[in-house]
């Protein structure tokens, strides 16, 4: 996920190869990650809302901290939740305009892509693995994948979903001027086109 | 202004909408479009021969397109709604008012196969549904670019109001709006303009209002 899509006081579903999970920015800015289910009914949390430093459910708003634990429960108004009521909590950290979460104990600290910034992200209806073999990129050493788009130097990151499909992320060079970024983004929609009509006409095979 | 409304269909909202946020009150006449297609009644379709809703009469004038009485509302109620500054975002305006009606045929098509049951190819419904939001995705990424929060401009116009319900409604037809952070963050900006009313499945946003008071609650459930 891209830090500039995830404004303070806003909840998305972050796309993990494990599925969906509750992405959320508070008020001031700190970022959690949990699942994206609501323990009591099941509901989407990324459905909800944040209010202050707390993710509140859409269906009955629950009220959940950023450790997990339900703070609030508006039916029940002088209830104090129980502490055994909360949603599991993940490891979430923000480095260079991207936002990286982990379901287990980080091994270390993200990647660093020195000289580049995120541009946008996609969902791509065709495996990592085709995107990292197709001959218009070049896997570097730290995993990313190197690719020309529109005359500028990019780079994608790939990250499989349940379904198969692909979650594409684009960086481009740092300095790169807004018509060139708009001209890159253009670039990578065809490229998608490409990758799927290619895919399409393998399954015809 | 007289609508011909149904609850759960986001072209009736756009004009419900679209007047809440001018102030203009309606005259509500519920329609009773599914189970009972009163819509496709004599009496209705004397009305308009299309068989489609919403209809909206003012005085002598009957519209059926949804386009049409986007324009009316903004013309008679706040021409700020109009992208008539400048004739690039005029043009645009126009673009994504006819760009609605792929909308409202992808998407609203694949929510009436999914949802009310109405015959369709729904795999190829979903398919243009994606298409339609890729596009709308990409533009509006650009839009961000360019510091403008709306379609056509850095303010709201009827565009944004045109093509926002049937987005909203995408999964009804089993299509999922995950993958799109900028027509997330456009959907944000609509819901929380000034006078944005609900509908079953698009909400308003709940963190600008102040939280509810139980104790207020209890004291008004005291009275009563």
Partial sequence: ?205 | MKLYDYILSPSCYKIRLMASLLGVPLTLRPVDFHPGEEHLTPEFLALNPAGTLPILADGGLLLTETSAMLVHLATSAGPDWLARHDPQAAASEQQWLSFAHRLTASLGGARLCDMFQRPGDLASLQRQGIMALRELEVRLFEQRLRQQAFLASDRPTIADIACFPHVVLAPDGGISLDPYPSIRLWQRSIRGLPGFIEMPGIYRRHELSEEPDPDAANETAEQV
């Fill in chain 1, 1 to 205: 996920m891209l830090s500039a899509d995830l404004p303070p006081m806003t909840v998305v579903p972050a796309l993990m190869p494990q599925g969906p999970f509750a992405l959320w920015r508070s008020e001031s800015g700190i970022l959690s990650l949990q699942a994206d289910r609501c323990p009591h009914r099941g509901m989407r949390l990324s459905h909800g809302f944040v209010r202050g430093e707390a993710l509140s459910c859409i269906y009955h708003g629950w009220r959940y901290a950023q450790n997990g634990r339900c703070l609030k429960i508006p039916a029940h108004p002088r209830l104090e939740p129980p502490e055994a009521i909360r949603v599991e909590t993940y490891a979430v950290t923000e480095s260079g305009g991207l936002i990286w979460g982990c379901l287990e104990t980080p091994a270390g600290a993200p990647p660093n892509f020195d000289g580049f910034a995120p541009l946008r992200m996609m969902s791509v209806k065709v495996s990592p693995q085709m995107i990292a073999t197709s001959d218009e990129v070049d896997r570097r050493a730290d995993g990313a994948l190197a690719i020309e788009l529109a005359g500028q130097h990019c780079l994608f990151l790939a990250r499989a979903q349940p379904d198969g499909s692909t979650l594409l992320f684009c960086l481009i060079e740092e300095a790169a001027a807004p018509e060139a970024r708009i001209a890159v983004s253009r670039a990578l929609e065809l490229f998608r086109c490409r990758l799927e009509a290619d895919d399409l006409q393998k399954e015809a095979l």
